[in-house]
């Protein structure tokens, strides 16, 4: 039977893995990207710790676990790194309270980096393994473990991670048919107008009070394609045009979802994990390029342009071995010699053009593109490499003749059959265990029933099972995200000349970018510790109560609008007497009707008093 399931998913249009080699090269840029954005996300929420006492206990913690991510972004001891980097982001986010569906996602993607090893490329570890000695073959072995995949294995594995995405999207699906507002097709008609959850709340309100029939319609189409896409991931990914759909709408609603949805670095691990399972490096008409063999410059040039040629967009030949090109083409040897040349099928390109096209075929070398570009229609590109190849053997000298020799290929098993076999079982398992854990159906039976058996240790491994794995329902979208942007807080801090906003909430409750700019577009003030940890608690409970209880002292919006106070104080380093006013306001976006649904009246303030570092009241 699990034979048979590994062959249907071979025989589904699940894109076919065309290299291994360049895949891993893809997977390993990925890593870096990936990697780099978790360790942001770490370090915002450290440096946030120094401000919240409640916290600091953790912070060794947090260190540890940011070291596991570093480690996993350079690519050190690959498999051991990966599998403590998803240790690392289920601790961090627990011990921090910061947890959100983006660590789940993203430990979902980082299984299948572990399973297609990742770090082969690109890392401190592609460095080690071509050690010939007692290091390269302990790394070797270590790599062993997991074993070098073939093309159908790494089309499996991306499948697998494919299949955890499409679990956790149907499970939560079966959460949105139960809300009244995702029923009727209102959720994004009421979702993107909102301010706490919509980067660009304005433009959507502008749009609602213009033209909301037309908005509502969108809403309803984007609704029922949302649905879809939720539903049927898994059997449209035997159909043609079902797997085409699949791609792009899930491409579009993570894009979209990263520039205007308020969601930290969900999006993020979502664009990632699509652009890993999805897209293909394909080797298409590589540029052939010419090279003088015996000139130092010429070498080390190729020695860089090799390693950054991740998808094998050039292919790179001697002067030496090259007789027959020349002779066909019909150029000049001693030009070829002066000028480095590349043919294309039938397109020949010389000197600084050819750079240029180089740089157009590769995307690691994207961002040198208006420098070239610069370089190309002011002609200062072309006079500088004129005279960097007339003198080249008098800045750099020339070598003797030396031909390539074959790359070291390290010692490292090849994935077997019965490990995938292993593999497909525990996600089988593991599946089987989330749809009886998180179903409507059954996440409350299951837990009670459980716990009335004596059992309660079975669901707490069930729990860290599937957190480890990702598999997490996401409660998002719903009738309870909604309603955070009807009732919400806005801080001021009282000055000589009046009230100065504190930059959490603006004035309809919108998120501010406390620390500085917000260029990864995570929209949480500047840290995970604000967001999730603060503001996105004191909104959820806000719904659930009256503001003057809320703010009774001790009480829990209370709490945690003396976190935020004590923050700007440690943080701008305010001594002396401060006075904070915080203004409780509320409007009717969600159900009301016209312009003034998003009117907001203030129903509750409350003022707080801090004496150096210290509240007074």
Known sequence: MIDKLIARIDNSYFPDVKSVEYEQKKLAIIRWIAGSIILLRFLQVLYTVQYVDQFQGAFLVGVVATACIFFFTIGLFGPLSTIAAIWALAKFDVSFEVVTLGTNIFSQFLIVLFLASHSRYYSADALLLNWKNPIGRAMAKLYSLVGTPSRESLKFYYFIGFFSYALVSFCALSFHILDENWVAGRTPYAFFPAAFLSKYYPLFREIVNNWPSVFMALSIFLTIGQSIFQFSMIPLAWTKWGMRFVIFWGFSFFVASLFFVNLSYLPHGEVLSWLAFFSRVRKRNPIVLLFDDRCNLCKKSVRILKFLNFNGSVEFLGLSKADDLVKKHNLDRNEVRVWLYGIQENNIYKGYDLYIQIVNSNPLLWILWPLFFLGRITGIGYKIYAWIANNRYKLFGTCELTYPVPPYVPPITSVKHSFMKGVLYIYLFVSSVFLIHEMPVFN?????????????????????????????????????????????????????????????????????????????????????????????????????????????????????????????????????????????????????????????????????EVSNGAFVN
């Open 444 to 608: 409350v039976e299951v837990p009670k029933r459980l716990a009335e058996s004596g059992l309660s240790i079975v669901n707490q491994g069930m729990d860290q099972t599937l957190y480890f794995f990702g598999l997490i329902t996401p409660m998002v979208f719903n009738e309870d995200d909604l309603k955070m942007n009807q009732k919400f807080f806005v801080l001021y801090r009282l000055t000589e000349d009046g009230e100065e906003l504190i930059p959490i909430m603006d004035e309809n409750g919108g998120r501010l970018s406390y620390f500085g700019s917000d260029w990864l577009h995570l929209t949480n003030h500047g840290s995970d510790l604000l967001y999730f940890c603060t503001t996105m608690k004191h909104q959820r409970s806000l719904i659930w109560y009256d503001a003057d209880d809320f703010y009774k002292p001790d009480n829990y919006g209370d709490k945690l609008m003396r976190r935020l106070i004590m923050v700007d104080v440690k943080h701008r380093h305010l001594t002396g007497s401060q006075t904070y006013r915080v203004y409780i306001k509320e409007n009717n976006c969600i159900y009301g009707e016209g312009p003034e649904k998003f009117d907001n009246v203030v129903i509750f303030s409350k003022e707080f």
